[in-house]
C-alpha cells in the first residue's frame, strides 16, 4: 500500500506557472504508474497526465498537452506536474494517484489507480 501527499497548489495569475509535487510514501515507489487528475467544482474528475514505473512514457490529456510536463525520481519517491501558461480553466483541485503496475503502460483512466492523495488546490485569477 503506498501513502500519497501533494503539494505546489497556490492562486496564480493567468498566464503563470506552478509546479506541483507528489510524495509517496510505504511501498516500492517504482512498482507503481502514476497520474495526475484533476477536478473542478460541479465537474467529473479529469485525466491530466500519466506517466509509467519507469518515467519513459507519458500521456497527457488534450486540455494541458504542450503546456504541461509530467515526470518523476523514483530516488525521490516523487512525481511533479511542471504547468505552464496557465488559464482560468486549469482551476481545480489537483490529485495525484498510483497504481501497482507491473506492465510499462501510461494508465489514463481514474477508475485504473487505487491509490489517491487529498489533492492541492490551484486557482489561476487575475
Known amino acids: 500500500q503506498v501513502q500519497l501527499v501533494e503539494s505546489g497548489g497556490d492562486l496564480v495569475q493567468p498566464g503563470g506557472s506552478l509546479r506541483l509535487s507528489c510524495v509517496a510514501s510505504g511501498s516500492i515507489f517504482s512498482r507503481y504508474a502514476m497520474g495526475w487528475f484533476r477536478q473542478a467544482p460541479g465537474k467529473e474528475r479529469e485525466f491530466v497526465a500519466g506517466?509509467?514505473?519507469?518515467?519513459?512514457?507519458?500521456d497527457y490529456g488534450d486540455s494541458v498537452q504542450g503546456r504541461f510536463t509530467i515526470s518523476r525520481d523514483n530516488s525521490k519517491n516523487s512525481m511533479y506536474l511542471k504547468m505552464d501558461s496557465l488559464t482560468p480553466d486549469d482551476t481545480a483541485i489537483y490529485y495525484c494517484a498510483a497504481k501497482d503496475n507491473p506492465r510499462m503502460a501510461v494508465l489514463t483512466a481514474v477508475s485504473a489507480y487505487d491509490y489517491w492523495g487529498q489533492g492541492t488546490q490551484v486557482t489561476v485569477s487575475a
Open positions: 506517466i509509467n514505473k519507469n518515467g519513459y512514457r507519458k
